[in-house]
């Protein structure tokens, strides 16, 4: 291990702001979650909507019992309080904070039943209809309404925000205009964490990463090669099942001849 672990609390990260850039994953899996641990990795994330991940949550703070670790919750919560359920499920569950795209007036709320919340800000996935994938912020307007949000969010109790592909000059200005941490993603390193997916750093997939990510190994190739294995020893085994090499005499159990016999002829006196 890289560093010695203390679980962060958001009054720990409170005063780390402006200290250090903290490393930030978002993981999909408690074996991704024991990696980021042992590595040393300061924060993490992962998903918390839908059910499989849901169920998903307990390993995953199993396997990193002392990390800092907030969840997403679902996109499209209908109220405060489906979002204050839905949270206090979470921490409940062992997350230490969530993370929520809806509403200030819903993240207030959520906020007031002292739930720790990180919001959104910059480019949204989830609200790509109104500003196409791109870069958020490189017009006057949009700088002033991104501050204007953080200011908002900040009002409402958020103690972070994501900040998603902004200027990297804006981003380190708004970052020092802010109590709340600012969590890069795509927005350079003058924010307070530096976030990018597990995906992306492990080259899961065979497709052009992002500009703002950089992948660390090649895991689609490799998982493309277990795939390969896959195929063949599954072609191997239908083979041998078609040409009688399998099962074979080591697979096989056998019973005594004058037992199986004697079973037989019971059998067949019942009949």
């Known amino acids: 291990m890289l560093r010695p672990r203390k679980k962060y609390t958001v009054y720990d990260l409170q005063k780390l702001k402006g200290t250090r850039c903290l490393t ?12 980021a641990e042992e590595a040393g990795v300061d924060l993490m994330s992962c998903s918390f909507d839908s059910m499989e991940a849901q169920l998903r949550l307990p390993r995953i703070i199993e396997a990193a019992p002392n990390s800092f670790i907030s969840v ?37 709320k959520m906020c007031n039943e002292k739930i720790p919340v990180v919001g959104h800000l910059g480019m949204i996935p989830r609200h790509v209809t109104w500003t196409n994938y791109r870069a ?5 307007n949009e700088a002033k309404l991104l501050y204007d949000q953080m200011k908002e969010l900040e009002k409402a109790g958020a103690y972070a925000a994501e900040f998603e592909v902004i200027p990297q000059q804006l981003a380190t200005y708004l970052s020092s205009q802010t109590t709340m941490l600012l969590m890069s993603l795509g927005s350079g390193t003058g924010c307070d964490t530096q976030f990018l ?6 080259g899961d997939y065979d497709e052009r990463l992002p500009r703002h990510a950089k992948a660390y190994r090649n895991f689609s190739s490799e998982n493309q090669r277990l795939q390969n294995e896959r195929i063949a ?39």
């Open 197 to 202: 997916f597990s995906n992306d750093i492990l």
């Open 136 to 140: 958020i912020g490189k017009t006057v």
């Open 72 to 108: 997403a919750t679902p996109h499209g919560m209908a109220s405060a309080e489906e979002a204050i359920r839905v949270s206090f499920k979470a921490l409940e569950m062992g997350a230490s904070s969530v993370y929520c795209s809806a509403s200030t007036s819903i993240i207030e």
């Open 233 to 271: 020893a599954f072609t191997e085994y239908i083979r041998d099942v078609k040409e009688g090499n399998f099962p074979d005499e080591s697979n096989l159990i056998n019973m005594d001849e004058e037992l199986l016999q004697e079973a037989i002829s019971r059998i067949e006196d019942t009949q």
């Open 24 to 35: 930030h994953i978002h993981v999909k899996s408690p074996e991704e979650a024991a990696a």
